[in-house]
């Protein structure tokens, strides 16, 4: 069956990246994009993807549950891929307001919509309910954190969110099971653990440390440095989803992670070895002027250690067995190509990525 799908939240990190691998990969399906361009939504995450004829963008709010309507009648949706979010941690510490609103409030909204439209109607007009999906996008935070010997998070672990934009996600999460058990729709979710690659917000920890190298600025890291996050490039999410979305069992949840944990601190000396050696070259050099250190090989020098984050969690990992199991499930990208292909992307996209500082902070220094 060729897919109508209703991408949320798709001019941002995850979702774009989304976007282009699901229309690269799947030349019959069409692709409408919903999305409320907050700061961290980019219109330039999605450039060209018109020309293909099918896809359509649309600026909105998933709150808006009769624009979410219309969309699903006017392009004929069938599935639904949801990763509108508010996705910072640290944002969350300090306003969490709208983390409820967007992760909680909006996906309630998705869900009712979604319900009126594929399951409601039909059968007010004695018809059967339409084939649909909806999967909902998820985060391994939800699990809360480990300690250092602990076995990795399963889709049994029970949840214990630590922050507010974890219990907003596992919230939601328990949304949409709910509508799955008590109305029979169709759902399902993954859970990921962190992802990297391009697009990525420079807020988040890779993408920060490679700009502000490229900025010769400070490289915060909270605390010792030794939180334990588990690495996955963001283009194995995607094809983690397709999966799930064409052989997943309707109802259930799969995990997907890449088998790479890494202590914080020795992810951001990685990118320091990779930006001294990027900038060993003269044209590179010339392009960023203000990357002294790295010139001299030196990047590691700007390692500043910061206060840590309220209730930092310690280490998340993921046990993804059951998505590799039932979904024939596994990485592509080894984290050395990834990370490599990374840093490559944000050296020859400077001008999106001084745009974003420049939309998300009146950043002076560019
Ligand atoms: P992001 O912050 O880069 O993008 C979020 C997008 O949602 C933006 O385009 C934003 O404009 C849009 N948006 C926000 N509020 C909206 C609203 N009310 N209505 C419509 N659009 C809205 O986030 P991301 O890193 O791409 O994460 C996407 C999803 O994946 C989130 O649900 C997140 O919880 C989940 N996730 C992220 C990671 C990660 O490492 N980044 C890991 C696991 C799961």
Redesign the pocket.
């Known amino acids: 069956m060729n897919k109508s799908l209703l991408v949320?939240?798709?001019?941002?990190?995850?979702?774009?990246?989304f976007v282009h691998y699901w229309l690269h990969n799947h030349p019959n399906d069409k692709v409408v994009v919903?999305?409320?361009?907050?700061?961290?939504?980019?219109r330039q995450?999605l450039l060209g993807l018109e020309d293909t004829g099918r896809f359509t963008f649309v600026h909105?709010?998933?709150?808006?549950e009769e624009l979410v309507r219309s969309l699903l009648i006017e392009h004929q949706i069938n599935t639904i891929v949801?990763?509108?979010?508010?996705?910072?941690v640290d944002r969350s510490i300090t306003g969490p307001d709208?983390f409820i609103?967007?992760?909680i409030l909006?996906t309630y909204s998705l869900l009712k919509a979604a319900k009126a439209i594929w399951l409601d109607e039909p059968s007010s007009k004695g018809l059967p309910p339409l084939l649909h999906r909806f999967h909902h996008?998820?985060?391994?935070?939800v699990y809360g954190t480990l300690e250092p010997n602990d076995p990795a998070f399963t889709e049994q672990t029970a949840y214990a969110p630590n922050s507010p934009?974890a219990a907003s996600?596992a919230a939601s999460d328990h949304l949409v099971r709910s509508y799955h058990h008590t109305y029979g729709l169709q759902v399902t979710t993954?859970?990921?653990?962190?992802?990297?690659g391009p697009?990525?917000?420079p807020e988040?920890l890779i993408p920060l440390i490679i700009t502000n190298i490229l900025l010769d600025k400070p490289l915060p890291v909270y605390g010792d440095g030794k939180q334990v996050r588990d690495w996955?490039y963001?283009e194995d999410?995607a094809r983690g989803i397709d999966l799930v979305l064409a052989k997943g069992k309707v109802g259930e949840s799969y995990n997907i992670g890449g088998h790479n944990e890494w202590h914080n601190i020795d992810i951001v000396r990685l990118v320091c070895n990779l930006m001294n050696e990027a900038l060993k070259y003269p044209d590179v050099q010339a392009k960023f002027h203000l990357a002294k250190h790295a010139a001299k090989g030196q990047a590691e020098l700007l390692i500043t250690y910061v206060e840590d984050r309220l209730g930092h969690d310690r280490r998340y990992a993921i046990d993804a067995s059951k998505t590799t199991q039932e979904l024939n499930y596994r990485p592509a990208e080894s984290f050395e190509s990834g990370i490599a292909k990374t840093v490559d992307w944000y050296l020859k996209n400077d001008a999106w990525w001084r745009a974003c500082l420049v939309k998300a902070f009146d950043e002076e220094t560019l």
């Open positions: 949320t939240g798709g001019a941002g990190f995850i979702g774009a990246n919903l999305d409320a361009l907050t700061y961290a939504g980019n995450n909105g709010n998933i709150c808006d949801h990763f509108a979010a508010e996705s910072h709208a609103e967007t992760n909006g996008v998820s985060t391994d935070e934009y996600k993954s859970n990921c653990s962190n992802n990297y697009y990525h917000f988040k996955l963001v999410h």
